[in-house]
């Protein structure tokens, strides 16, 4: 029992899950802006942009995220010279932010753009009779009525972000993983203990935060 | 909106010049961010015949990125075949009438859900030998992982898919004097297992990119016979990741067009599982009738 009185493991514990919550805080600003952005390329007028859109969705949805951010390490930062910080572990906090939002953006595109599909068709005429350009038909119009629907994808998906935040770990982040790895090398007589608090930190963040947002997709769903 | 063209009418000549002053302007900016790319490379050294040459060579592949395939395809079909079995009856744990086997199967779907892959791989691997005095491979830290976490994940799906077959369904097979077991085994999971085969198949795509995270315990799959262990030898890890991202995308995109092919084919069931599952839902079954899969991994 003397694994979490030791104040050295104590704070490694903390910081363990502060770099959780850093990481998926900023990677989830930056895969919205990037997922809402790619949503709008995708069903936008111009086929560029929707090539775009498609290829990159279908490129990053399918790669595994461990691929992702092993590239941001050995690839931009190893090899291609990309630096971030001076300090080692915010420049490997920055790569890790880097894989994580290309990744998630992929899947907030396409949850943006099935809830564009759940928008009546007759929202989108009627703002084309009105004479609403391709814009301000998806800013005014649909994106807000779109936003309604998607929160319960977003939910998952940002649980999700936060459970991926642990891959980060295997580019040399000191995360919660990486924390626990180590505590279970040097408790061995304690591992039931140790899983149970680090798994047990994770379900206490992430179960609420998956019913709140689904009582918020209950109480803002527009009722059809 | 079934069709997203409907955002915007049928361009006219100004709309038309527009769009295509757009596209070139975008073209012409993402290939020259293409070409920042290729000169970044270029003075990486990147391009040298030297890192690609041994992808021509058939020791490469017979021995780093095939064996490493077939190890990752192995732990993906054993993974797969576990958690299904592990979904099916964690679902029918969760919809059973009576609250000591109901609460706790829900407990454990939940927690499994809320519980990072990693963790689970590393308590797994690092931990347990502890508890069972023996070391464990690697390929059952990642398989157990996987099947605990997707398992899970799928139980959630099949309760989704039972609780969506229509009510007279069991209520006619209650009529005709069927036990509940019977009825949860003969109509009711048939139907729903019809009903939730996209999103099973997209589970799968899921579960094949989960795989990669046994790299972490040196289980020798794609990601680490075919990146790391090839770019040991010729040090070419740009190369050999961008080659091992393609065999993903291609495998994954196959087994996403299938998933895709099974929807429109089962397009006439008799039912379609409603958009919003569970009212005040953790439920990973998104809205929208798309199968967005969860994003692990």
Known sequence: MDVFTDPENLDAFVSGFVWILKLTGASAVCALVIGVLLAAMRVSPVPVLRVFGAAWVNIFRNTPLTLVVFFCYFGLYATLGLSLSQELDVNIYWLGVIGLSTYTAAFVCEAVRSGINTVPTGQAEAARAIGLSFAQTLRIVVLPQAARSVIAPFGSILIALCKNATIVGTIGLVEASSVMKDLLNSYGNAVILIFLVFAGTFAALLIPTGYFFGWLANRLAVKR | ?297
């Open chain 2, 1 to 297: 909106m079934s069709t997203s063209n409907v955002l915007y009418d049928h361009p006219g000549p100004r709309a038309k010049v527009r769009n295509a002053v757009l596209s070139v302007v975008f073209g012409v900016a993402l290939l020259g961010l293409l070409y920042w790319i290729y000169t970044r490379f270029d003075q990486a050294n990147q391009w040298e015949p030297r890192l690609w040459e041994p992808f021509t060579r058939s020791a490469t592949w017979t021995q780093f990125i095939l064996p490493g395939l077939w190890a990752t395809l192995k732990a993906a079909g054993v993974g797969m075949l576990l958690s299904l079995a592990f979904g099916i009856v964690f679902a029918f744990g969760r919809l059973s009438d009576r609250w000591w086997i109901s609460v706790p199967a829900g407990m454990v779907v939940e927690f499994f859900r809320a519980v990072p892959l990693l963790l689970m791989i590393f308590f797994i691997f690092y931990g347990v030998p502890f508890l069972i005095k023996g070391p464990v491979t690697a390929f059952w830290a990642v398989v157990i992982g996987l099947t605990l976490y997707n398992g899970s994940v799928l139980a959630e799906a099949f309760r989704a898919g039972i609780r969506a077959v229509p009510g007279g369904q069991s209520e006619a097979a209650y009529a005709i004097g069927m036990r509940k077991n019977q009825v949860m085994r003969m109509i009711l999971l048939p139907q729903a297992a019809r009903a939730m085969l996209p999103i099973i198949v997209s589970q799968l795509v899921v579960l094949l990119k989960d795989t990669a995270l046994g790299y972490i315990v040196a289980y020798p799959e794609l990601l680490q016979r075919g990146v790391n262990d090839l770019a040991a030898n010729y040090g070419n890890i740009i190369a050999c990741a961008i080659v091992a991202a393609v065999i993903y995308i291609v495998i994954n995109s196959l087994l996403t067009w299938f998933a895709g092919w099974l929807d429109r084919r089962t397009g006439v069931r008799a039912f379609r599982v409603p958009k919003q599952t569970a009212p005040a839902g953790a439920d990973s079954t998104p809205e929208g009738g798309a199968t967005v899969s969860e994003p692990q991994g």
